[in-house]
DNA sequence: CGTCCTATTGAATAACATCAATGAAAGTGG
DNA sequence: CCACTTTCATTGATGTTATTCAATAGGACG
């Protein structure tokens, strides 16, 4: 096997050999408990990563987008689980394979180690988004990383549902929707239909998600 | 104070030419955005690790105890703060020495992905408590998990503060205090002083917290 | 065109935060 | 060792606010 020690290679170019899925909006990739047999990354559409309580709620810790890592387990079982929110393409790397690369290629390592690093960065955000903070707050610190995801643009996409979005910031549907009628008459924002926003007022967007540090 | 059943001579044997620093309570360890010269190990007592927001605001986004790494940053600048919460000692390995044992063994690299690893899935165990749940089951888990990092035993010491606790648990100081008074009422536990509680039921503290699935 | 899922809005409630006061420890200095 | 001060914990009264319950409306899709 030829070695390139690229690791970045770009995300969208498919490798030879290489082992794709297509899974379709709300479809599940894998479930919490389950055997963790492959490291996926994805590399088109977005997913949530969610753990299930014994009551029914529902706790989304994160969204994956382009580029992301999912079920990298210390143990033999996923931690979490993951469904697709849009239809997503993803890049299975079988167990096997990871080990195999793990061998051959000693940067491998450091690479999952970055990309561990960045979730880690990224799960710390989230505990500073949970903690309390007023729902304005929440919401539009969401928004405002929702952003670096995509263009830094005025148009806004947000994949998810209401719903989702309620479960990843610890509040409910309602009071997510109650957020943002207040964040349009407050003239932040204008909704352009269920999924798409247009940023009318930046700074007063920071302003409102203020404490942001990073 | 009883120091009775001490197992901890041997695990904290001090390597040769090995840095320590012992650091009292209360103390400043390092702080966010400081270039990030060291890895440190806790070795004996516990730390809290910490955000703060623009407005004076406190976000604990872990405590630390035995073994815990800190201070392992992707960028050249430490991403929170830490403090000592009791009096403390800590290892210090300068960024060098890391980069120096990183070359020189290869095994090392993966230690430190495991460790962050274990790192991450702490974070999403912090994620789990702080998403809508309710202060009896947040303060029911964070017992039970406390309770993991010290001897399962009937008796359970808080090293930190209500305020700390509060802080963690994204809840204020009073409701805290009176989450503890309404478990003390329920027969599920007993305060001995404001450090020390005995658990009294611990089959009605795991169903308080329910949900929990780790 | 009708059905289902999602989003929004309203009204009432429950719950946590806030404000305020007291009490209990712990630390400080004579 | 004891007053004094400071910090921390507990409890009560009050207010705010997010949740809950409920109804309507808007989109998506067969």
Chains 1, 2 share one sequence.
Do not use: C
């Amino acid at each position: 096997m030829r070695e390139n020690n690229n690791n970045m290679a770009s995300p969208d170019r498919k490798a030879p050999g290489e082992r794709r899925i297509r899974v379709p909006a709300k479809e599940t990739i894998f479930l919490e408990g389950e055997p963790a047999a492959n490291l996926f990354e994805v590399v088109e559409g977005v997913v949530k990563i969610y753990k299930m309580m014994a009551d029914g709620r529902t706790i989304i810790t994160g969204f994956a987008y382009k580029r992301s890592l999912l079920g990298l387990a210390r143990s033999g079982n996923y931690y979490y689980s993951v469904d697709a929110v849009t239809d997503s393409t993803l890049v299975v790397h079988g167990k096997a394979e990871v080990e195999a690369r793990l061998r051959a290629d000693p940067g491998y390592l450091q690479y999952l180690l970055d990309e561990t690093n960045d979730e880690l960065v990224q799960a710390q955000d989230r505990i500073l988004l949970l903690g309390r903070r007023a729902p304005v707050e929440k919401v539009a610190l969401f928004l405002l990383r929702l952003r670096q995801w995509q263009s830094e643009d005025r148009k806004l996409h947000l994949p998810m549902t209401r719903h989702d979005i309620a479960d990843y910031l610890g509040l409910t549907t309602e009071t997510v929707s109650r957020t943002f009628t207040q964040l349009r008459d407050k003239g932040v924002l204008k909704s352009l239909n269920q999924h798409d926003v247009e940023i009318l007022d930046l700074a007063l967007l920071r302003h409102l998600g203020e404490g942001e540090d990073s």
